[in-house]
């Protein structure tokens, strides 16, 4: 039982992510034998540890949000309270990697994955509680998928500070927490802490939150979180450390005219996402990294002949669109050899605070320096009758377009 | 954009980028009443007005205040 068993595949995808399973699923469609390797469940990040829960609790936030105005519709109710054990648990159970491999229908191999020169890969693993067993899976192209892991900064007694996944552990919302940046996840955790009654104080290196929106999207939401009782400070010179106090925890950080603290019952680090590569021997494949990322050309190919990869784990996007695109091409690409091209065109995102942002292409300021002429529209959310209807009269949408109508300044007509 | 259900009406402005959708074509959809997804539609009408005003003027009224539309206002012919 406990005896190598060999088994060749035409793809072997590592990571049961929205990358992996994707390139798995697209592999099977192109009629190749495919394995799939996960080292704990499918759906990866997205289903079971980032957005899928992390949406659950933005819903619990915005039940709590929409209560406040039952009243103007001529509803009566008592205030709502929040079980933090409630939401977020199992939530995501019912998304469909999870569903499947509840269901057993998920062919896939389980383990923790390191790979090998040359075209085995040797897998340790557990399966099903039963007695640990070494696994060879042989196979001519292989897509790493392995995403990517919350990044600690380097202070002292940093080990005092969350990460995003230490929050499904807390059973009581924390009266004050700081949360080190105010990117995409940084911004959504602190927008949901505050709707459930934490005072949250947001710390950013970057001169605004949302440093990638256009401005325009990152006052507005200053704002509206100002407004929410959050306390927004850009332009922070880093975190000197924290320590624990009598009670709970002391923040020092740096300030252009010196030090401030912060006496906080947790502080959650929300500062960037690299790519799960050290348990995966990748130097030993001939995979070379960059910047904590694998490194891929434009059609995700890496720097081993036979090897691509796709997802959080390329840097790329960090986004579930984006990763299950990826692994579409990296599938396509590596049973096909069509050398598609992965580049991310059109990418819509966005984050599910309190007000929502989101955008697609260029923001004002990318499609200027363009040097197409551009035109532009802002119109006011109070503008829009459903928005006075609902009673969510805050926000704007801006178009930009190149002045030909172009959509799109970068692909406009007569470049 | 920023606003209620901005992750939701932002495919809009995607599916019109993905098909090269001009402004003043994306200006003329009559989107159903009252949605927050028509405001991608009142956004191109607003750049429909400026794009018909040459470049300097539209500058001018950028200074000023863009031009405003209004759901229920008469469509230009
Ligand atoms: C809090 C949070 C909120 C987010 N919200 C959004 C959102 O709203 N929208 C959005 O688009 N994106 C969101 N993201 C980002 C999104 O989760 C990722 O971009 C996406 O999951 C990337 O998919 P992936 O397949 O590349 O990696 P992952 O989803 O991370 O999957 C990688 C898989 O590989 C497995 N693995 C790792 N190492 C090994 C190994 N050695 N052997 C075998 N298996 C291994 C892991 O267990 C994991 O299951 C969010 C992320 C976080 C953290």
Redesign the interface.
């Known amino acids: 039982m406990n005896a190598p068993r060999n088994d060749r595949f035409d793809l072997v995808v590592l990571g049961g992510g929205p990358a992996g399973v994707t390139a798995a699923l697209r592999g099977a469609e192109l009629g190749a034998t495919v394995a799939l390797v996960e080292q704990h469940r499918l759906g990866g990040t997205c289903t079971n540890d980032g957005c899928a829960p992390t949406r659950v609790l933005a819903r619990a936030a915005r039940f709590l949000r929409d209560a406040t105005q039952l009243p103007a519709y001529g509803i009566s109710a008592p205030p709502p309270t929040l079980d933090l054990r409630a939401p977020g648990g199992d939530a995501a159970d019912g998304l469909p990697p999870a569903r499947e491999e509840a269901d057993g229908g998920t062919p896939g191999a389980r383990g923790r994955r390191r790979p090998r020169p040359r075209r085995h890969r040797d897998i340790p693993g557990r399966e099903r509680g039963r007695a640990r067993r070494r696994r060879l899976l042989e196979a001519d192209r292989f897509v790493i998928a392995c995403g990517g892991h919350a990044r600690r900064l380097d202070f002292p007694r940093q080990e005092l500070a969350m990460t995003y996944s230490d929050i499904w552990q807390l059973e009581r919302t924390p009266r004050s927490v700081a949360i080190v940046g105010a990117a995409a996840t940084g911004a959504q955790l602190g927008s949901i802490f505050a709707a459930f009654g934490s005072h949250v104080t947001l710390l950013e290196v970057a001169p605004r939150i949302l440093a990638g929106e256009d401005a325009?999207?990152s006052a507005?939401?200053a704002g509206?979180f100002t407004g929410h009782g959050i306390e927004v400070v850009a332009g922070i010179g880093g975190i000197r450390a924290i320590e624990q106090a009598r009670r709970g925890l002391r923040l020092t950080y740096r300030l252009a005219d010196g030090e401030r603290e912060l006496a906080v019952d947790a502080v959650v680090l929300a500062v960037g996402w690299p790519g799960n590569l050290e348990p995966l021997d990748l130097p030993a494949a001939g995979v070379a990294t960059e910047r904590g990322y694998v490194r891929v050309d434009e059609t995700l190919r890496t720097s081993a002949p036979n090897i691509w990869a796709a997802g959080d784990i390329t840097g790329r996007m960090m986004l579930v669109q984006s990763a299950t695109f990826e692994g579409r091409v990296a599938a396509e690409n590596a049973l096909r050899g069509d050398g598609h091209s992965a580049r991310h065109a059109?990418?819509?995102?966005?984050?599910?605070t309190d007000?929502?942002?989101?955008?697609?292409?260029l923001t004002e300021t990318q499609a200027a320096a363009t040097g197409e002429?551009i035109?532009?529209?802002?119109?006011p959310?109070a503008?829009?009758?459903?928005?006075v209807?609902?009673g969510?009269t805050?926000?704007?949408?801006?178009?930009v377009?190149a002045?030909?109508?172009?959509?799109?300044p970068r692909?406009a007509r007569g470049r | 954009m920023v606003g209620e259900q901005a992750v939701e009406v932002i495919q809009i402005a995607a599916a019109a980028m993905a098909g090269e959708v001009p402004a003043e074509r994306l200006a003329e959809v009559e989107f159903a009443y009252p949605t927050f997804t028509a405001i991608v539609g009142l956004a191109a009408r607003q750049v429909v007005h400026a794009l018909r005003m040459p470049l300097d003027e539209a500058r001018a009224w950028g200074a000023l205040g863009r031009p405003r539309v209004a759901e229920w206002e008469r469509r230009e012919a």
């Open positions: 325009d999207v507005a939401l509206a059109i990418v819509a995102h966005g984050g599910f007000l929502e942002y989101a955008s697609v292409g002429p035109a532009v529209g802002v119109v959310y503008d829009l009758d459903r928005a209807i609902d969510r805050e926000g704007f949408c801006k178009l377009v002045r030909d109508g172009h959509p799109d692909r």
